[in-house]
């Protein structure tokens, strides 16, 4: 009886592990991955043809190239030998390992679809022959279903968490086809402790016409590289409905809201007085030390008690 997914996931992190491990052992060798420079764009290279100044701007900073570290680049190729160049770095650029803040990436989805060019005319349709890198990158189908695409992905996760800094971060934009494994898979290679969230965004509506509940949104998970991370905020504007719920102002100048503290739900452990007030019906939303430091940053407004 074949083995189900679940039984041949262990196998298939080991074989990653192994073929990652190789390609990191060989960074030192002499037959080491290394990318080639074939192309400046700066700026667009249609445009450029058409301004002799900026051809001659374009010239000159293709001589100088040479001797410049680069800031940008597309890579083109399979991206396990990319990574492994990035890696190994050559003489006008350093390695990359542990020097990468930020990984996001998203990989086929495992949809069994296939995404190369086709053209349908009356009678005949045709088909652009793709490169040997096309037929990976653009052909969503696996040999062996979900395994090999599993097999696949993994020495790949492993490469991008040795090109992570410490604080690092990567994001695995996938769908409902295979993020579950994937997320498995990816557990075992940056730590299932190292999972910090994971993101749902929302594509497109749902279908009327569907025979089943519509696929409407696809998933992107984050993991950190180790226990500390960066992180920054962000933020957009409050709308106007929102604003008007701060009908209060404190001596700095701050709007705020009123809002009583009591429970939600019965909580018999929050049944106390506190600074002469007895305790709701549902007991404090907090607990004593809590109520206490709020009051101290000056979020609690105490009613004039009646005597």
Known sequence: ?????????????????????????????????????????????????T????????????????????????????NLLAMAALLAGDE???????????????????????????????GVELEQKPTVIEQFAYSDTWADGTASYL???????????????????????????????????ADEVFGRGNFISEIIWKRTSAHGDSQRWGSVHDTIMWWSKGEEYHWSPQYEPYDDEYLKRFSFKNEAGREYLLDNMTSPNPRPNMMYEWRGHKSPAMGW???LSTMERLHAEGRIELPVLSR
């Open 1 to 49: 009886m074949p083995k189900s997914l679940l039984e041949q996931l262990p196998e298939i992190v080991a074989n990653g592990r192994r073929q990652a491990e190789k390609i990191l052992e060989s960074l030192e060798s002499r037959h080491r991955v290394s990318l080639q420079t074939r192309e400046w764009v700066l700026p667009s290279k249609d445009s450029s043809a």
């Open 51 to 78: 301004d002799w100044i900026q051809g001659a701007a374009r010239q000159d900073r293709l001589a100088q190239s040479e001797q410049d570290a680069w800031v940008n680049r597309l890579i083109y190729g399979d």
């Open 92 to 122: 006008r650029t350093p390695s990359l390992r542990g020097r990468v803040d930020l990984i996001y990436i998203d990989p086929p989805f495992d949809s069994k679809a296939d995404y190369r060019t086709k053209v349908t005319l009356p």
């Open 151 to 185: 097999a696949m992905i993994t020495p790949r996760l492993i490469l991008m968490r040795e090109l992570l800094t410490s604080t690092g971060s990567i994001y695995v934009h996938l769908d409902w086809h295979v993020a579950h494994y994937v997320k498995m898979v």
């Open 285 to 287: 939303r907090y607990e």
